[in-house]
Structure formats: C-alpha cells, structure tokens
C-alpha cells in the first residue's frame, strides 16, 4: 500500500530568474489538460477494474484494452492482507477472454474473507458471468448487458477426441462456479448458454440488466449507490460491537 | 481480401515487437503503473494499476506526469 502522506518530498530548487509557480502550473496544464484534480481521503474501500478482455497466457497486441491476471492476484492477496481495506468492489466491463485466467480471479475474489460486491457496468460477458457472481453480492446496471455462450477456443487445436473432451470438462468448471455463486439453477443456466435465436446464428443469450435478476444470475439490479450500501452495510455488521467490548 | 476463419486477427497478423517495448510496468512509489518510457531516461504515466480509489484521485498519478525511476 502507498501511504500518500509520506512520500519522499522532492527538493524544490529555487534558481535565480526562474518562475518556479508559473512553469509548475504551466507544466500541470501542458501534462494534465488541467490546472489541478481534486482530492479524496483515504478509502477502506478498494476498487478492481476487469476491464477489456481478460487476458490469459499470450499476451495481447498493446493496442488492446485488458485486465492481466498476474496484476490482480498480488492486488487481491495485498486487499487480504492490508487490514486498513475492509471491502472490495469489482468493476465490471469486460467482453470476456481467457477462460482458466477468468477463473483463477474468479476463485480469488470469492474466497477473499473481507465483504466484496460487484457492479456490471456496461457489459459482463462470457468469462465476465463467473467474475460478477463471485462477489458476496452483484449488481447489474439496467442497460448492462451480459451474454451466455458455451466457451470457444481459437489458434492450434490438437484434433483429438480429447481435446474435446477437455472443452467440455472446462465447460462445466464454468457453469458449476457460476451455479454455485448465483442463485441461477443448472439448467437455467445451461438454457441461455444453448440457445437458439437470440444471437442471430449464434447460440446463447444476451441477458439485460433486469433479465439477469430475474434469472437469479445477479442479486440486484443497481449501481455505485446500492454496492457501496451493501458494503457499509457489511462492513458494519463485521466491527466489534461497542456496548460488549465496555462490559469486562 | 476477405478471410474467413475462427483464427483471432492477432494469430493472423502478429503485433510488431515494438509496439509492447513502448510502455513498461513499473512501480511509482510502491503504486504500479503503466507508463511509457522517455528519452531523457524518466517516465510518463500512461495507466495506473493500483486498487486503491484515491491514488486515482492524487495529483502525481494523474496519465501524463512524469516521474523519475
């Protein structure tokens, strides 16, 4: 964690005929596009962006937009570890991406012991589902969307009867996570991922923020406001309670 | 030319090494930071990778400053 009270100051050097307030300020505006940014007090609550495509073992094209798992799992151990952080919301806008990537954080979030929520923002596809369900509660903003699909693989196959055999098992880690941390039953979920027609020739289903809600994938539809009172809420429920710690 | 293939475009047309020796990840007072490295040795912010909400909202991690490693 970066204490930001007590960072190095850098020495200001004072020369003679130069404007050190002028140029700081001109320099700002050259950098920022702004004079100054406003300032905010230390949060116990942290913030974990999935944004773009979740990125698996290749590394994608820098022109890409994604959310790298080797960052986020020493970020999640470090929020486990900092007791100053008593909750974690996750942000959700992703197009999905690597499946055994998007799990692996998927597990790291749902086995953080501190209250964690998730809000879907904008989209929360294919590996995005099992990622927004595995906080203790989710939320869905009304236009976001999540889409259901069975998992793809592109690039060199092996074309063996196994290799199929190994979709299907990675298939199945995916909905039995998302069965287990959603209120969505096996079947339903197995419905949307197969079926016909709402992809145009696709198979699967763009679920919409109240769609998903109804189908149990999500707690609630809602946005930075309800997650952060579910999370005081929480946090409140964890802290010592005053009244018992005074009676000894 | 049309290609029609389940092959992602980038196992098609790989991205040139370069383009990723452009930005590094590095640590900026303990904060990690994406950030594009600069002639004169030092560094400008391109992404900030922390969790914590406020860094987002600190003057010297705004994209653009510079910082020296």
């Known amino acids: 964690m970066t204490d930001l009270n007590n960072q190095p100051q850098q020495p200001q050097k004072e020369q003679p005929g130069d404007q050190p307030k002028k140029s700081e300020l001109v320099e700002k505006i050259q950098q920022l596009g702004q004079s100054n940014v406003a300032q905010a007090p230390d949060s116990n609550i942290h913030v974990l962006p999935i944004i773009g495509q979740v990125e698996g073992h290749m590394q994608l094209p820098p022109q890409n937009k994604t959310t790298k798992y080797e960052h986020l799992i020493p970020q999640l151990v470090a929020i486990e570890q900092n007791p100053k952080i008593e909750g974690l919301i996750v942000l959700l806008n992703t197009v999905g991406g690597d499946v055994e990537a998007g799990l692996a954080i998927s597990e790291m979030i749902a086995s953080l012991s501190k209250p964690t929520a998730s809000i879907v923002l904008g989209g929360g596809h294919s590996i995005g589902v099992p990622i927004a369900v595995s906080t203790n509660h989710s939320f869905i903003t009304e236009t ?30 995916v909905v039995n996570f998302v069965t287990q941390h959603s209120n969505i039953d096996e079947d339903k979920f197995k419905e949307l991922m197969f079926a016909k027609g709402n992809l145009t020739r696709d198979i699967g289903t763009n679920v919409v923020g109240q769609d998903a809600v109804d189908y149990g994938l999500i707690d609630a539809v809602g946005g930075v406001k309800e997650a952060m009172e579910k999370l005081n809420e929480e946090i409140d429920k964890r802290k010592p309670d005053e009244d018992e710690q005074v009676i000894q | 030319m049309v290609l029609y293939t389940p092959l992602s475009e980038v196992d098609i047309f790989p991205a040139d090494q370069t383009a990723y020796d452009s930005t590094v990840i590095t640590t900026y007072n303990q904060t990690p930071v994406k950030a594009f490295k600069l002639e004169n040795g030092s560094y400008q912010i391109v992404q900030v990778l922390s969790t914590d909400p406020s860094i987002y909202l600190h003057p010297d991690y705004q994209p653009g400053m510079q910082f020296n490693a």
């Not at chain 1, 889409?147 to 880690?173: A, C, N, S, W």
């Open chain 1, 144 to 173: 976001a969307t999540m889409t259901i699909h069975p998992i793809r693989m592109t690039g060199l196959v092996i074309g063996v009867p196994q290799t199929f055999e190994y979709m299907d098992k990675m298939q199945d880690r």
